[in-house]
């Protein structure tokens, strides 16, 4: 049986089950919720490290609380498993304070040579060739936050990162 679980109501994931809640801030939120019923139903508890990882997903999901999709249940959610005793400082530690060296090169590199600014400094983007890749021995998938150097120059609108993958 597969489930989908969801905050984006775009999903398109064939499921047996989907659960999608597009007001939710997060996927976790979610889970959260249904941890709650099961709890309530068959006293059943989340252990600490339930806890940290539902707290992970929603700090990661919602940009450390700070995207549009994050309101109030968003926090209510996050105090309840902090209630549970979710590790928040090595959530945040983990999440934002804690990179691989080759990964703090690549995005040195990437700052002082590949940053483009369009329409006024609105549109910020950046072109990572392979070679780039290969130099820091660095994959995207270990790389979520890169997006974050673009986003964070002021006036920037619109930021894009354009990188080859799959051909």
């Known amino acids: 049986c597969i489930v989908n679980i969801e905050n ?4 398109d994931v064939e499921a047996d089950l989907s659960v999608v809640a597009s007001d939710a801030g ?3 939120t979610i889970c959260t919720d249904i941890a709650k019923i099961l709890e309530q139903k068959y006293d059943w508890k989340i252990s600490s490290n339930a806890a940290t990882l539902f707290y992970l997903g929603i700090v990661t999901d919602t940009g450390g609380f700070r995207f549009s999709n994050t309101n109030q249940k968003t926090f209510a959610c996050a105090a309840y498993l902090l209630d549970c005793g979710a590790d ?3 959530v945040i530690n983990a999440a934002f304070f804690s990179k691989k060296e080759n990964q703090q090169r ?3 590199d990437m700052i002082l040579n590949c940053i483009k600014h369009d329409f006024d400094g ?3 983007w950046a072109y990572l060739s392979q070679e780039m890749f290969d130099k820091y021995n660095f994959d995207m998938k270990d790389g979520e936050g890169v997006i974050e150097f673009l986003r964070e120059i002021e006036n920037s609108v619109i930021a894009v990162l354009i ?3 799959d051909d």
């Not at 984006?8 to 999903?11: A, E, G, L, P, T």
């Open 106 to 108: 690549f995005e040195a």
């Open 26 to 28: 997060a996927c976790c």
């Open 8 to 11: 984006h109501i775009d999903n």
């Open 122 to 124: 609105k549109y910020v």
């Open 163 to 165: 990188y080859p993958k």
């Open 88 to 90: 928040s400082e090595a």
